[in-house]
């Protein structure tokens, strides 16, 4: 009694095939895993800064340097262009001391292959609702602001920042005490 007469070495073979597929499915998934944990682990990241004053509206604003860049090579800072590396969301901001000199406004734009995505905005609002006249007082703006938004990007993309203003004497101003960044972070695929 108990005895069998089956051929052990198809079942064995069968058995052995199975694992195999299941095994394969496994360490599929376990490849899956370990990828996405390194991408949430060590997101492209970067946080560029600019030393000096910029006012020219024909090219993106160039930087002095990167306190961070991971991996290296996703900034060029003599072009100011962040180069996508990873698909994904990213967190883009950025941050500058805007001066809208004699009244005028200044801008601050954000590009990703020459669209703009979003705009900073420095005026002065120099109309009185009370006597419905504008000021004749010639006014000058000092502020600081920040561009930040989450945006969708693919691998080649470009982003940067281009400054846009009226008249001739507005600029974005910075120093050694840093008041031009601009950063991004991977969040997400």
Known sequence: SGSCNCDVEAIKAAVLADISVTITDLERELNATVTQLKNISEPDVFSCKRMSGFSDETVPVPYTACDVEKPTGLVDITTGKFNVQRDGTYRLTFTSRMSAMNGQT??????????????ASASLDTFDTQTNTSSS???????????????????????????????????????????????????RT
Do not use: C, P
């Not at 954000?110 to 995505?117: A, C, E, K, L, P």
């Not at 938004?149 to 004497?169: F, K, P």
């Open 137 to 187: 007082t010639i006014l000058d703006l000092e502020t600081s602001n920040t561009l930040d938004l989450l945006y969708n990007l693919t691998a080649g993309d470009e982003v940067y920042m281009m400054i846009d203003y009226v008249g001739t004497t507005s600029l974005i101003q910075s120093s050694m005490n840093y008041q031009i960044f601009f950063t991004g972070e991977w969040i």
């Open 106 to 119: 200044i801008r601050a734009d954000m590009y990703v292959n020459g669209v703009r995505i979003g705009r």
